[in-house]
């Protein structure tokens, strides 16, 4: 029950993968960890732990064994993503409409089921940029919850909205902010953003900021309902951005609790899953293998070493999958499909979109076997087209043996997506077991 609420609270904080990101390093920080720069040369010492961030999304922390590093095996890599679907905020965001409103231009931000964000408390998250005397300061903001509202069209207008209704990304769900407009002369709507953000950042850092100092942004029109749980017993979990913090989370828990033997401990987690991972930031570029390049450095590992390290390791790929759902069980595979609080997912697929073979799996299994880890497996219905996830990207940057595991849930991209309440659990656990191999 520990567990669930402190997942709850990361869950509830973690509105954009900036804040996410954040709220990692915090907890990091808290236990002990040291933070490293890129831009800086890398003093590195057994049994020491460390992380290092990119472009404030984007994280890799590790731990390393007290044996010495003539004696390291190599990697055990725990990957997962901070991003998740939303509304990103365009550049000049106000528009008027019909001399009383005021609406946000947005553009979708990965694979989004429209129709559940509307009628929704939403807030405005993300990162700003500001001309702060001669330099650039960012600062992560929060604008107060239930901020602006995507209201759907009265059945009455529509009479044909349960028959299904496609929905313009551009047109229909457009949040709406204010009702102060354009020809309200004293309170013009141009600009209204950008002045939210001065006054809020002016509150928070005591400078005197004007909306002529923001200099650009990365804003997300975001759920800020809570995470609840729910059900006759409780045993489910309802929540904003399930996919993929939770897995982000469990890999949290596992590499402060983990205790590394012969392995160096590798939590990496990317931003930019949700549209492609081709960012300096994401599973595609060259951030792993910067990272661990870097580390091997620190350690004064020659390329030879390196090589043979990379050879003789492992990731999970950690990234959510598909429950049976309760109403459409032709949906999912006949024989391989996961059930809610049933236990961790372990993820194939026969086109390589995600990671997992024979030995890999083997590995997996064996791990979960000898811990009492419940453990299922998942596989796409033969014919609908499932998604990919960052496992092999990673690998292309940095090769070695890996698996795709997941936590089961419904409504996967729903703005309010639902799960086990069990399952985040045994993901906990098997992090721990495999961050102290």
């Known amino acids: ?66 044996c010495e590093i003539s004696a390291v095996k190599g990697w055990h890599v725990y990957a997962a993503h901070s991003d998740s679907p939303a509304f990103k905020i365009k550049e000049t965001p106000e528009i008027p409409k019909e001399g009383v409103y005021v609406s946000i231009n947005t553009e979708k931000y990965g ?64 949040p709406l902010l204010s009702t102060i407009c354009q020809e309200n002369r004293a309170k013009p709507s141009r600009g209204i953003l950008n002045k939210i953000l001065a006054k809020t950042l002016s509150e928070r850092t005591g400078r005197n900021y004007s909306a002529q100092d923001i200099l650009s942004y990365d804003l997300y029109v975001e759920n800020c309902e809570k995470a609840v749980l729910a059900g006759l017993e409780y045993e489910f979990i309802m929540s904003p951005r399930y996919d993929d913090l939770a897995c982000v989370f469990a890999g ?62 492992f990731m999970l790929s950690a990234d959510n999958a598909h429950a049976c759902h309760p109403n459409q069980g032709g949906k999912a595979d006949p024989t391989n499909r996961p059930y809610l609080n049933k236990g961790v997912v372990l993820k194939y697929h026969g086109g390589q979109q995600y990671a997992t073979d024979a030995c890999s799996a083997a590995y997996v299994k064996n791990l979960c076997r000898k811990n009492n880890i419940p453990l299922q497996v998942y596989a796409n219905h033969s014919d609908i087209p499932g998604g990919r996830t960052l496992g092999n990207l990673v690998m292309a940057q940095v090769s070695m043996e890996a698996a795709d595991i997941g936590l089961p849930q419904l409504a996967m991209h729903s703005a309010y997506e639902t799960a086990g309440a069990k399952d985040i659990g045994y993901l906990i656990h098997l992090a721990k077991c495999y961050f102290t191999l």
Not at 4 to 11: A, D
Not at 33 to 55: C, P
Not at 134 to 156: G, M, Q, W, Y
Not at 287 to 305: K, N, P, Y
């Open 1 to 66: 029950m520990k567990a669930i609420k402190r997942l709850m609270e990361f869950l509830d904080n973690s509105v954009t993968s900036y804040h996410a990101i954040d709220n990692m390093k915090k907890r990091f920080l808290d236990e002990g960890f040291v933070e490293l720069s890129e831009k800086e040369a890398w003093h590195l010492e057994k049994g020491g732990s460390y992380f290092v961030i990119r472009n404030g999304s984007s994280l890799i922390a590790f731990k390393i064994p007290e």
């Open 252 to 313: 949290l828990e596992g590499m402060i609790a983990g205790k590394p033997d012969c392995y160096i401990d590798v939590l990496a987690v990317f931003d930019n899953e949700e549209v492609g991972s081709l960012t300096r930031q994401g599973a595609d570029s060259t951030f792993f293998r910067d990272i661990l390049e870097t580390i091997a450095e620190g350690l004064s590992v020659d390329r030879a070493m390196f090589r043979r390290w990379n050879a003789g390791s």
């Open 111 to 174: 694979s989004m089921m429209l129709s559940t964000w509307l009628d929704r408390p939403l807030t405005i998250a993300g990162r700003v940029c500001v001309e702060n005397e001669a330099e650039i300061a960012t600062h992560l903001v929060r604008l107060k919850d239930n901020i602006c509202v995507i209201p759907s069209l009265a059945i009455h207008m529509n009479r044909d909205i349960n028959n299904g209704m496609a929905l313009s990304a551009q047109w229909d769900m457009l």
